[in-house]
């Protein structure tokens, strides 16, 4: 096929941009799963690219609707109703990260700010239809993120939210940086990454004081997460001079799963640090999934900042 017909695997691809008070700022995101997949502050990239042309590696800044994370062997009950999703994870038999993550958006761009829109229809498992967008809007030190979720269907719909954004510091190696999560539990999960259990953080997980990242492996879920008093809860890579790029999430994102891998393309190692509004199988465990009735709509926000 000739070049100039081939369609990238992810879609359309968005740029946008803007002057902040650090110098230019600049977004990248594709249309398949509404992905950020790169975003720089002052020339500083703060998310690892990857190739043009490529698939999305690692669900890398994808949105994650209408769950975030695992459903144990793909199966819910639904207010006494026995669902089966599709296993969408077959090497641990799971339904993984909602049913968007292969969709195209519906894109609506300014120069600094894009809204991207996707229907969730009623399919194997999840007989319920939502509105979701995502709107990405460059500010000054980063990119502030809003997601609106409206059912438009019939029924009281379980909901829940996540975003798998990875972070880096340009020109630093990733293993150098030190990640600091305000985390008070953790996880505790069997060998299909499904939780067993929760306990307070000790060891290598806990990330309250900062870890250096190349000195942990992780693909480990967080809650009680610890506020400002903004009731914003703020994670952090940090270079060894001092720059640093900060992740915030509002009080509707109540979880975080942290996840490194050594294969990321054109990076040695790269970090996951994934804001979820539930935790790993929360369609069955019921933790903090919305119900919206016909007509409702819920709003959740997260960004990025960095200081130079």
Same mark, same amino acid.
């Given at each position: 096929?000739?070049?100039?017909?081939?369609?990238?695997?992810?879609?359309?691809?968005?740029?946008?941009?803007?002057?902040?008070?650090?110098?230019?700022?600049?977004?990248?995101?594709?249309?398949?799963?509404?992905?950020?997949?790169?975003?720089?502050?002052?020339?500083?990239?703060? /998310?690892?690219?990857?190739?043009?042309?490529?698939?999305?590696?690692?669900?890398?800044?994808?949105?994650?609707?209408?769950?975030?994370?695992?459903?144990?062997?793909?199966?819910?009950?639904?207010?006494?109703?026995?669902?089966?999703?599709?296993?969408?994870?077959? @090497?641990?038999?799971?339904?993984?990260?909602?049913?968007?993550?292969? @969709?195209?958006?519906?894109?609506?761009? *300014?120069?600094?700010?894009?809204?991207?829109?996707?229907?969730?229809?009623?399919?194997?498992?999840?007989?319920?239809?939502?509105?979701?967008?995502?709107?990405?809007?460059?500010?000054?030190?980063?990119?502030?993120?809003?997601?609106?979720?409206?059912? /438009?269907?019939?029924?009281?719909?379980?909901?829940?939210?996540?975003?798998?954004?990875?972070?880096?510091?340009?020109?630093?190696?990733?293993?150098?940086? /030190? /990640?600091?999560?305000?985390?008070?539990?953790?996880?505790?999960?069997?060998?299909?990454?499904?939780?067993?259990?929760?306990?307070?953080?000790?060891?290598?997980?806990?990330?309250?004081?900062?870890?250096?990242?190349?000195?942990?492996?992780?693909?480990?879920?967080?809650?009680?997460?610890?506020?400002?008093?903004?009731?914003?809860?703020?994670?952090?890579?940090?270079?060894?001079?001092?720059?640093?790029?900060?992740?915030?999430?509002?009080?509707?994102?109540?979880?975080?799963?942290?996840?490194?891998?050594?294969?990321?393309?054109?990076?040695?190692?790269?970090?996951?640090?994934?804001?979820?509004? @539930?935790?790993?199988?929360?369609?069955? *465990?019921?933790?903090?999934?919305?119900?919206?009735?016909?007509?409702? *709509?819920?709003?959740?926000?997260?960004?990025?900042?960095?200081?130079?």
């Amino acid at each position: 096929m000739n070049a100039q017909n081939r369609i990238d695997p992810t879609g359309d691809q968005v740029h946008l941009r803007r002057e902040g008070g650090a110098g230019e700022v600049t977004a990248h995101i594709a249309q398949v799963g509404a992905s950020l997949r790169g975003l720089s502050v002052g020339g500083v990239d703060l /998310v690892p690219r990857y190739p043009e042309g490529a698939p999305t590696p690692f669900g890398s800044g994808i949105v994650l609707a209408p769950w975030p994370n695992r459903i144990r062997d793909g199966r819910w009950n639904d207010g006494g109703a026995e669902r089966q999703l599709d296993i969408t994870e077959p @090497a641990r038999d799971n339904a993984i990260h909602g049913l968007l993550r292969y @969709a195209p958006y519906a894109v609506d761009t *300014s120069e600094d700010r894009a809204t991207l829109t996707a229907i969730v229809y009623p399919q194997h498992g999840y007989p319920y239809t939502l509105r979701t967008s995502v709107t990405y809007a460059l500010v000054d030190d980063g990119v502030e993120v809003t997601h609106e979720v409206v059912n /438009v269907g019939e029924g009281d719909a379980a909901v829940a939210l996540g975003t798998h954004p990875f972070f880096c510091i340009g020109g630093v190696p990733t293993a150098d940086l /030190v /990640v600091t999560v305000p985390a008070e539990s953790v996880f505790e999960v069997d060998d299909r990454l499904l939780p067993t259990g929760e306990a307070p953080v000790s060891g290598e997980v806990d990330l309250r004081g900062g870890v250096r990242v190349g000195d942990v492996q992780l693909d480990t879920g967080f809650g009680s997460l610890v506020r400002g008093a903004d009731g914003i809860a703020r994670s952090t890579l940090t270079a060894p001079d001092g720059r640093s790029v900060t992740m915030w999430q509002d009080d509707a994102w109540g979880y975080i799963q942290v996840f490194t891998t050594d294969a990321y393309p054109g990076h040695p190692l790269a970090i996951a640090i994934e804001p979820m509004t @539930a935790p790993t199988d929360a369609f069955n *465990s019921g933790r903090d999934v919305r119900r919206l009735a016909p007509g409702e *709509s819920w709003t959740a926000r997260w960004g990025v900042t960095y200081s130079g």
